[in-house]
C-alpha cells in the first residue's frame, strides 16, 4: 500500500469567493443611501470575516475530493477502486443490506429528537429546518450535475452515475450539519453523527453499489454542502429573508401550547 503523495487542496473555495463578490456588486447596485451603504459593508465584512473558516474547514473536504478524484478508475497512490472492490468481492461476496438507505438520515433524526428533549442546538429549530432544506438541495444539486457530467458505470457494468455516491454524500452532509448544531455540547454528538456517515460509505461499498472513489467524493462533497450553507445562511437572514418581513409585514412564530405545537404565520395589516 502507497502513501498518498499529492492531495488536491482548496478545490471548492472559487464558488464561495464567488458569491461574495456577486454580492457585493448586487448591493452595491441597489443600496444607494450612505446607511444602506454601511449596512452593506457591515454585511460584506462579516462575510469575508467567514471566508478564512471556510478556506480552513475546506480542506479536508477538498482532500477527500482529490484523493476521489486520483481513484477515478485506476489503481491511484494507494489501494485504488478496483483493488478494494476486489478484496470485497473476495471476502463479502454475500453481503447485501438496505441499512444504508436510512443511516443517512439518522443524523438530522438525532437533531430532531434533541430537540423534542429540549436540548438545543446552536439555531432554533425553525432555523434547523431552513438549514438541512438548503444543504439537501445544494448537495442533491451538486451530485445529480456530477454524475451527469462524469457518467461513471458502478460496479458490475450497472448504470453510469456512480460518481459521487449520493447515499454518502447525503450522510456526511447532515452529519456535518448536526455537528454544527450539537458538537459544542458534546463531541460525542459529532463522532455519533459521523460514525453513522462512514457506515453508510462503507455499507455502499460493500453492497458493491460504489466505487472506493465514489464514496470519498461524495463524502468531501457533503461536508462542503454544510459547511457553504452555514457561511451563506446567515446572509441570506439579513438580507432576504428580514426584509422580507420587514417590507411585507408577516412573520413565521413557532408555538406550543396544551399539548400541540405548530407554526404561527402573523401578518400585519397596512
Do not use: C
Request: net charge positive; aromatic share 10%.
Amino acid at each position: 500500500m502507497k502513501i498518498p503523495l499529492l492531495l488536491l487542496l482548496f478545490l471548492s473555495v472559487a464558488p464561495a469567493r464567488a458569491q461574495y463578490s456577486e454580492l457585493k456588486a448586487q448591493d452595491s447596485l441597489s443600496l444607494p443611501t450612505a446607511t444602506a451603504a454601511a449596512d452593506t459593508n457591515t454585511l460584506l465584512l462579516e462575510v469575508k470575516h467567514n471566508l478564512h473558516p471556510l478556506v480552513r474547514k475546506s480542506i479536508m473536504p477538498s482532500v477527500l475530493i482529490g484523493l476521489g478524484l486520483m481513484h477515478l478508475d485506476d489503481e491511484g497512490f494507494f489501494e485504488g477502486s478496483r483493488g478494494v472492490r476486489n478484496v470485497v468481492q473476495r471476502n463479502y461476496s454475500n453481503f447485501s443490506t438496505r441499512a444504508d438507505d436510512h443511516t443517512r438520515f439518522v443524523p438530522v433524526l438525532m437533531a430532531a429528537g434533541l430537540n423534542i428533549a429540549g436540548v438545543k442546538g446552536e439555531h432554533h429549530v425553525v432555523d434547523q429546518v431552513f438549514l438541512v432544506g438548503m444543504t439537501y438541495l445544494l448537495n442533491r444539486t451538486l451530485s445529480n450535475n456530477l454524475k451527469s457530467l462524469t457518467a461513471i458505470k458502478r460496479p458490475g457494468n450497472g448504470t453510469e452515475d456512480a460518481f459521487p455516491s449520493e447515499h454518502t454524500s447525503s450522510a456526511f452532509a447532515y452529519a456535518t450539519f448536526f455537528h454544527k448544531e450539537y458538537g459544542r455540547r458534546s463531541v460525542w454528538y459529532s463522532v455519533a453523527g459521523y460514525s453513522f456517515a462512514t457506515a453508510t460509505g462503507v455499507m455502499r461499498i460493500l453492497n458493491d453499489r460504489h466505487w472506493l472513489s465514489d464514496v470519498l467524493a461524495g463524502a468531501g462533497i457533503g461536508i462542503l454542502s454544510a459547511e457553504v450553507v452555514y457561511l451563506v445562511y446567515p446572509v441570506l437572514q439579513r438580507k432576504i429573508i428580514s426584509n422580507y418581513k420587514e417590507k411585507h409585514g408577516f412573520s413565521i412564530t413557532p408555538f406550543y401550547s396544551q399539548a400541540a405545537g405548530g407554526l404561527a404565520l402573523l401578518y400585519r395589516l397596512p
